[in-house]
């Protein structure tokens, strides 16, 4: 079954950071990127940047550069997204998905992180 | 980076009927080929329903079509069915990735 399976929801304070696991199975995990894309409560979809399972190659959003960062293990087919410095308006739904030239035809189910002291 | 500005914000229509959503482009998008379209519904994660402009994805019923070029783009919905309710978002892909802030389709 293809499919992108995340890790569950966390708590965290401010400052602190999450790190967010996303699995893939069904599919040849190094023939695509995983792109990420988070989800504030009640708001849009805002996408942070996307990495090759192939080579590692990354691409952030202009927002996002210098306080996450994105990296494969393709021993286990996971991609992970690691947020830093987490602020109350980090609290969202995160999403991997896989991306085929931007396009995201899988999605994971999701990840909430909640930010509060 | 490009904006895409979606309208309406909320449509309120009955099962049946034509939903017609647009997204704006703040300047034109190169052969107007990347731009998709996503449903998502409360709590589910988006689904790819539209890309290319008007190409549907793999599953997509054909009640649902796409059209625009340029600046300007259109998802129509040609007779809602009820778990057409959801909220439907544009996205222009290149090398960087944008979405639009979304229209919700509610059951009048």
């Known amino acids: 079954q293809v499919q992108l399976v995340q890790s569950g929801a966390e708590v965290k304070k401010p400052g602190a950071s999450v790190k967010v696991s996303c699995k893939a199975s069904g599919y040849t995990f190094t023939s695509y990127v995983i792109s990420w894309v988070r989800q504030a409560p009640g708001q849009g979809l805002e996408w942070m940047g996307w990495i090759s399972a192939y080579n590692g190659n990354t691409n952030y959003a202009q927002k996002f550069l210098g306080r996450v960062t994105m990296t494969t293990d393709t021993s286990t087919s996971t991609a992970y997204m690691e947020v830093r410095s987490l602020r109350s308006d980090d609290t969202a739904v995160y999403y991997c998905?896989?991306?085929?030239?931007?396009?995201?035809?899988?999605w994971g189910q999701g990840t909430l992180v909640i930010v509060s002291s | 980076e490009i904006v895409l500005t979606q309208s309406p914000g909320t449509l309120s229509l009955s099962p049946g009927e034509r939903a017609t959503l647009s997204c704006r482009a703040s300047q034109s998008i190169s052969s107007g080929s990347y731009l998709a379209w996503y449903q998502q519904k409360p709590g589910q994660a988006p689904r790819l329903l539209i890309y290319g402009a008007s190409s549907r994805a793999t599953g997509i019923p054909d009640r649902f079509s796409g059209s625009g070029s340029g600046t300007d783009f259109t998802l129509t919905i040609s007779r809602l069915e009820p778990e057409d309710f959801a909220v439907y978002y544009c996205?222009?892909?290149?090398?960087?990735?944008?979405f639009g802030g979304g229209t919700k389709v509610e059951i009048k």
């Open positions: 998905a896989r991306d085929e030239r931007r396009l995201l035809n899988l």
């Open positions: 996205q222009h892909y290149g090398s960087l990735l944008t």
